[in-house]
């Protein structure tokens, strides 16, 4: 069965600086998909970053960027110039190309201004 | 468009009663996930459905949890002799079908037993 791993439960961030978030899940598959969602404490998903795993240069959404390695089983999310609304909840989630999503346990960020 | 709904927003009961929550799709999607999430966890999974092949139940924790879809409309989560340890934040997804992607998710429904 495939896991997914965040093995930071909590980092903070000071406003404008840069953080990353650590992801790492196991799979047989070779093709899937990868996510990162943010749950802000009004508690609706929302979907950062999503990365295909057949495709090797890592995805790219504004000042959310991932580290992808696929050998390594690691997907990282970093975030550049962080903000206060950035402070959330961040699950990295697995979906293979069935039915099966897996979200990893969260980690949760702070930014301090 | 519109996004995922779910309602009632918040739900206290007592326990021992029936609960039910529901969860409004995006037009046009065909699978629908249910979740749950405890206090500061993660997402557990309970129920998928697929337009109308057989759900999967495989996540639902116990017998008292059920789910019914009709075709590719509302869902219906129904928690029958609720306990406290039901008490949690119960998230909808839906994606446009079974091999795509994304999950968009609702707001949720947070459900306390007293």
């Known amino acids: 069965a495939q896991t997914v791993t965040q093995s930071q439960p909590e980092m903070s961030v000071q406003e404008a600086e840069t953080v990353t978030l650590s992801c790492t899940y196991d799979t047989s598959e070779s093709d899937y998909y990868l996510f990162w969602y943010k749950q802000p404490p009004s508690r609706q998903m929302i979907l950062v970053i999503r990365q295909e795993a057949y495709k090797q240069q890592n995805a790219t959404e504004n000042r959310f960027s991932v580290n992808f390695q696929k050998a390594a089983k690691s997907f990282s999310l970093k975030i550049s110039d962080s903000q206060l609304g950035d402070a959330a909840m961040y699950f990295c989630?697995?979906?293979?190309?069935?039915?099966?999503?897996?979200f990893g346990p969260g980690t949760r960020l702070s930014v301090l201004p | 468009g519109a996004g995922v709904s779910q309602s009632p927003s918040n739900k206290v009961t007592e326990k021992g009663k029936d609960v039910e929550l529901r969860c409004d799709p995006i037009s046009g999607h065909t699978a629908l996930y249910w979740y749950r999430q405890r206090l500061g966890q993660g997402l557990e999974f309970l129920i998928y459905f697929q337009g109308n092949s057989a759900p999967d139940k495989s996540g639902l924790p116990s017998d008292r949890f059920s789910a019914e879809r009709t075709g590719e409309s509302v869902s219906t989560l129904t928690i029958q002799r609720t306990q406290q340890e039901d008490s949690a934040v119960y998230l909808c997804?839906?994606?446009?079908?079974?091999?795509?992607?994304?999950?968009?998710f609702g707001p949720g429904t947070r459900l306390t037993v007293l």
């Open positions: 997804a839906s994606s446009y079908g079974k091999y795509t992607d994304t999950q968009y």
């Open positions: 989630a697995y979906k293979d190309y069935g039915q099966n999503f897996v």
